[in-house]
T-cell receptor, first 111, second 114 residues
């Protein structure tokens, strides 16, 4: 039982490049979330999903897209990366009324 | 809307000192309150939670009491250890909003010196 895993752990992009962050969970959870963490601002919700095939916008969705084609995976895409998207990205999952479980994070640097 | 405010950090203490990290919240209805901890290089882990007024959450010697009258959820520990050095986040979820979306405070970095 690996919990929540994220790929990659670290990535450097140039402005305008695209990439996809992968989140996988093996707990059969319905809910999945993508957050970004910036210094002095805590974590902010980007997008979330309440089940396979569903997605919804969070607090800071601009510049990101997501997909939940399989229940266990939640993908976060950056179509045209900008320096303002330099951050640490965390994925989380939750089942029912349980706690959210977080992945180890992906550190992204956009030059 | 919903928001969480934590005391400014960083906080530096000596081992065995008493710890308090203040947290206050703004929310309509009856939110659930959480403390998460992030150790260096890791993701967030749930430390404790409380789901209704006057509930006390506790774990690993840490405690926090849900005070609706003061809209607070302060984190306390009687005797801190070097291993408690981490960033601590206060957070809430509000059932009114659905999907149990977490709203976080800005985090408080705690350093414990031996």
């Amino acid at each position: 039982n690996a919990g929540v895993t994220q790929t990659p752990k670290f990535r450097v992009l140039k402005t305008g490049q695209s990439m996809t962050l992968l989140c996988a969970q093996d707990m059969n959870h319905e809910y999945m979330y993508w957050y970004r963490q910036d210094p002095g601002m805590g974590l902010r919700l980007i997008h979330y999903s309440v089940g396979e095939g569903t997605t919804a916008k969070g607090e800071v969705p601009d510049g990101y897209n997501v997909s939940r084609l399989k229940k266990q995976n939640f993908l976060l895409g950056l179509e045209s990366a900008a320096p303002s998207q330099t951050s640490v990205y965390f994925c989380a999952s939750r089942g029912g009324w349980e706690t959210q479980y977080f992945g180890p994070g992906t550190r992204l640097l956009v030059l | 809307g919903n928001s969480v405010t934590q005391m400014e950090g960083p906080v530096t203490l000596s081992e065995e000192a008493f710890l308090t990290i203040n947290c206050t919240y703004t929310a309509t209805g009856y939110p659930s309150l959480f403390w998460y901890v992030q150790y260096p290089g890791e993701g967030l882990q749930l430390l404790l939670k409380a789901t209704k007024a006057d509930d006390k959450g506790s774990n690993k010697g840490f405690e926090a009491t849900y005070r609706k009258e003061t809209t607070s959820f302060h984190l306390e520990k009687g005797s801190v250890q070097v291993s408690d050095s981490a960033v601590y986040f206060c957070a809430l979820t509000n059932p009114i909003q659905g999907a149990q979306k977490l709203v976080f405070g800005q985090g408080t970095r705690l350093t414990i010196n031996p």
